[in-house]
């Protein structure tokens, strides 16, 4: 009787262990060095180049974030339907409940979301997943330790105004040319 208990335990503990969906994680690594894609690894230190700039609030944010992975899959005439089926794919693991949806923005054929892994206030991971059905689409990982959703998005917006000096990102024009 013991074996016969134990040997369910063991079954139920590999059924609910076994797990098909694709995490962004996995969806990253596998399409990292695709030809199709763009993918950068982007330290913290190069996001902020001289940091003399920062407010102490922009500091205390950019202490929070280990590092920024960004992946692009820029759409061309001839990879329409990959671009379709790529978009959809992710769309679809960002549905899975473990991702929550911080915000969500655009209109016509452009569209950006922001996610986020972690508890309301002090999150581990901030996703921005970002398309434009006529250059393509992105998707940015922030990773770290309690960051403050409210302090990410004014960062966000500091970079996006120009307000923050990124001289040592690489040059990023022409990325959905």
Do not use: W
């Not at 409940?97 to 996610?115: F, P, V």
């Amino acid at each position: 009787m013991k074996n016969s208990v134990f040997i369910l335990v063991l079954l139920c503990l590999g059924f609910v262990s076994c797990n098909n969906e694709t995490s962004l994680q996995e969806f990253y690594v596998e399409h990292q060095n695709d030809n199709q894609y763009l993918a950068f690894d982007i330290p913290v230190s190069l996001l902020t180049g001289d940091n003399s700039a920062l407010t102490a609030e922009q500091k205390a944010t950019m202490e929070t974030i280990k590092k920024v992975n960004i992946l692009g899959f820029p759409l061309k005439g001839e990879n329409k339907g990959e671009y379709e089926a790529e978009k959809e794919r992710l769309t679809s693991i960002l549905k899975a409940d473990k991702y929550q949806q911080l915000m969500r923005y655009g209109g016509g054929t452009r569209k950006a979301e922001l996610y986020y892994l972690g508890e309301e206030d002090a999150i581990d991971e901030l996703i921005v997943f970002g398309s434009d059905d006529e250059k393509g689409f992105g998707i940015a990982r922030l990773t770290g330790n309690d960051m403050n959703p409210e302090a990410l998005i004014r960062l966000l917006k500091s970079f996006e105004k120009g307000e923050l000096n990124v001289a040592g990102l690489p040059k990023l024009e022409g990325f959905l040319d």
